[in-house]
């Protein structure tokens, strides 16, 4: 149960960090920021997507 909650959180942190890296690209914002914020929302997401796909419900 709390790995499912972990990939919870980890893929709402990769999905703000890719919304932010979304709107730092609209506003012509520093490509290094861009990069870093994309890249690490990335990580967390699809960790995220994966620690909830591959983690069993042990009712």
Do not use: H, P, W
Request: aromatic share 14%; proline share 0%; no cysteine.
């Amino acid at each position: 149960m709390e790995k499912r909650i972990f990939g919870v959180i980890l893929t709402l942190l990769g999905i703000g960090g890719l919304i932010y890296a979304a709107v730092l690209f609209a506003e012509g914002g520093n490509y290094r920021q861009l990069a870093i914020y994309g890249i690490l929302g990335a990580i967390f997401f699809f960790s995220g997507v994966g620690l909830i796909r591959t983690t069993r419900d042990n009712v």
